[in-house]
């Protein structure tokens, strides 16, 4: 690692000074002119490649950093009123959570793809090559012959050595923020730069140790305008990467760039790119053990993806089986295919435990019936909620992205998918009304409705048999997680055969994104002991106040159920104190724990290593902490950056040894 590199970039943060303010009124102008939207990001992209000022540091080989903060929109509020009206709006109107195809542009150059664009993407390719231009005059003034050699060759034609496509795929991701595109994904990022890396190897071009200090400088240029990029909180930024892995010939892709990149983010101990490690049942243990000593450092990675679950889940979802096992990882853990995927994996939720609350209030209130009675309820609520959710989105319109649709083979996948949260509250709240309602008839219907409607005031006596003492997910208890199972296959079932109104299916998952959070302070006291607004464990893991005997159990319970058909993506999150990974013997331990959690059938997975005392600090001292780091749902981001809300949630997970 260079250190003055990492010492002014994310440290003293000096290039900030570089950056300047953009208030220029683009969308008034544009609506003024009536421009039709592809005309206006056009535009825009132009403006912006225009505006931007070329600046390097003296030692960095991987260039291009963000000089304008803002990104004026191309749409007035007036404008964005009236699209929402007439459709379906999604987040903020811009594409997201796609994975290009770089590997092909990194291989032909800008100008082999102009030469098939139409004008828009032609008019694009031009602004960016100009900008790249001005960046190889700057190094040319600055003596900085090598960046101007690789800057003579890319962007304009196919990159030839390992820095060469490094720079290009920096220009390509680059590009696509400044379109407006964000969470954007960095794909099989040790496959498609595998040739580069491997021819240069060979030729004795770098040592082991050169390639890595290159590589650690490509990986810093995630990290240059990433507070620029901001999705629900700093952090959320989508820069995911994917490492290892089946090949469409069956054999297994982990290789020396997949190792040097676990290295490299081991040394630099930044938020991104955020490392995604795609394993099997055949992965050998060496490789969980890498991925272990990842995790060690405590950026909440690398986020394990079974290949085993997750390409028969897609194949059985209507992806062509040459697609699905090229899968990749959107901004958090959907599932999504480079260069030809347009799905949307991220464009709703279904609350489990406000349903499962629902049908429990209207059962007991009616004299409780049988507890199959109450699970058909449950069934009919969760149906009723995917068809209102699937029946109101329609008309689904995006703002168009021409240099996206440059790197893409067209959009072959239209897919929509739903998260489910609150899953193991869900369970939990079923499995006690079951015991202490149905069969052992310890709590009356009135008593459990009381309690429900004055969130435990004054019944603590139940509050703590059913928050504590009552089944629940991830403790060792069958019924439990065989509740849990339930809910996800009526889950399955509620959308098995629904099109979207782009054409494609509707997948399930079980993930939760903010949702934890959101769903949980809308929703009052629930039968598991959860009071009003207190949050829900986070994505496919137990309630915060799960008494989890340990990491095993939990592992257990999170893979009974069949995940081939909640397919969507949503990991088990297993947290561990710090200083669980200090010696080689606990390090191989965790390994053989991740591999075993594949062996089960386990479709995600993702281990944070957390120390509840620095946090304790931080949240008091942030100016102390601003490196530290932890793992939200499906990203990393710095603790301190975080809203209190996020803060106390890490902090209230369960902290597991081995």
């Known amino acids: 690692m260079k250190r003055e590199l990492y010492q002014y970039y994310i440290i003293d943060r000096a290039h900030h000074a570089n950056r300047v303010e953009c208030r220029e009124p683009l969308a008034a102008s544009y609506a003024a002119l009536g421009l039709h939207a592809r005309e206006r990001m056009t535009r825009r992209f132009e403006f912006l490649c225009r505006a931007e000022t070329p600046h390097m540091h003296p030692s960095e080989q991987i260039v291009l950093v963000r000089t304008v903060k803002q990104q004026p929109d191309i749409f007035t509020a007036e404008e964005w009123e009236t699209l929402r009206r007439t459709h379906f709006i999604h987040e903020h109107g811009y594409v997201s959570n796609l994975s290009p195809d770089y590997g092909a542009a990194i291989q032909s150059g800008l100008l082999a793809v102009r030469a098939r664009a139409d004008g828009y993407g032609r008019r694009m390719i031009d602004a960016l090559i100009g900008l790249c231009d001005r960046y190889r005059a700057e190094a040319e003034r600055l003596g900085r012959d090598d960046v101007a050699a690789v800057l003579t060759q890319v962007p304009r034609y196919g990159a030839r050595n390992f820095r060469e496509a490094l720079q290009m795929f920096r220009i390509l991701h680059y590009a696509l923020w400044l379109e407006g595109d964000y969470h954007n994904t960095v794909g099989r990022f040790d496959q498609y730069l595998y040739p580069y890396f491997r021819r240069d190897m060979e030729a004795g071009v770098y040592t082991r140790e050169q390639a890595l200090e290159l590589l650690e400088d490509f990986f810093l240029s995630f990290n240059k305008d990433s507070d620029l990029y901001i999705g629900v909180q700093q952090g959320d930024n989508g820069q995911s990467m994917v490492l290892g892995g089946r090949l469409p010939d069956g054999s297994e892709g982990f ?90 994996a991220n464009i709703g939720a279904v609350n489990f435990p406000a349903l499962t609350d629902r049908a429990i209030r209207r059962c007991l209130t009616q004299g409780g019936g049988t507890f199959p ?32 649709d440059l790197l893409r083979d067209g959009k072959k996948y239209n897919n929509f998918g739903l998260h489910g949260s609150g899953i193991a509250c869900a369970a939990d709240a079923l499995a006690a009304v079951e015991r202490y309602v149905y069969q052992e008839k310890r709590v009356t219907p009135e008593r459990l409705l009381h309690a429900l409607d004055t969130d435990y005031a004054d019944d603590p006596e139940l509050l703590h048999l059913l928050r504590f003492e009552a089944p629940k997910m991830g403790t060792g208890n069958d019924r439990a997680d065989a509740l849990g199972g339930m809910l996800l296959d009526w889950f399955a079932d509620a959308l098995e055969g629904k099109r979207n109104c782009l054409g494609g299916v509707w997948r399930a998952g079980t993930g939760t994104a903010m949702y934890y959070l959101w769903h949980a302070r809308e929703l009052g006291a629930t039968a598991d002991g959860r009071r009003a607004g207190e949050p829900f464990g986070t994505n496919f893991s137990p309630s915060l106040f799960a008494q989890v005997p340990g990491p095993l159990t939990d592992v257990i319970s999170f893979t009974k159920q069949n995940l081939i058909r909640a397919i969507n993506g949503g990991p088990l999150t297993l947290e561990f104190a710090a200083g669980v990974f200090q010696n080689p013997e606990s390090i191989r331990k965790v390994a053989m724990l991740v591999r075993y959690f594949i062996q089960r059938g386990g479709h995600q997975l993702q281990l944070n290593a957390v120390n509840l005392e620095a946090m304790r600090e931080a949240q008091k001292h942030p100016e102390r902490y601003r490196q530290l780091v932890v793992r939200i749902w499906g990203w990393s981001a710095y603790f301190v950056e975080l809203d209190r809300d996020f803060q106390n949630h890490v902090m209230a997970r369960q902290e597991y040894t081995v």
Do not use: H
């Not at 079974?306 to 699905?324: F, K, P, Q, S």
């Not at 699970?375 to 959710?389: G, H, K, N, P, T």
């Open 373 to 404: 009675e109450l699970l058909q309820a449950v069934q009919a609520e969760i149906r009723r909620e995917c068809d209102r959710i699937t029946g109101s989105i329609q008309d689904v319109w995006f703002v168009p992205s021409p240099f996206m």
């Open 255 to 344: 290789n020396e760039l997949s190792e040097l990149c676990l290295l490299a983010s081991r040394n630099l101990g930044l938020i991104d790119p955020k490392i995604n490690l795609r394993v099997s049942a055949r992965t050998p243990l060496s490789i969980y053990e890498k991925g272990t000593e990842l995790t060690r450092v405590g950026l909440g990675f690398p986020q394990y993806s079974n290949d085993d679950v997750v390409i028969e889940g897609l194949t059985r979802l209507g992806y062509d089986y040459e697609d699905a096992v090229n899968y990749v990882v959107a901004a958090c853990w959907e599932f999504i295919i480079p260069g030809v995927g347009n799905d949307v």
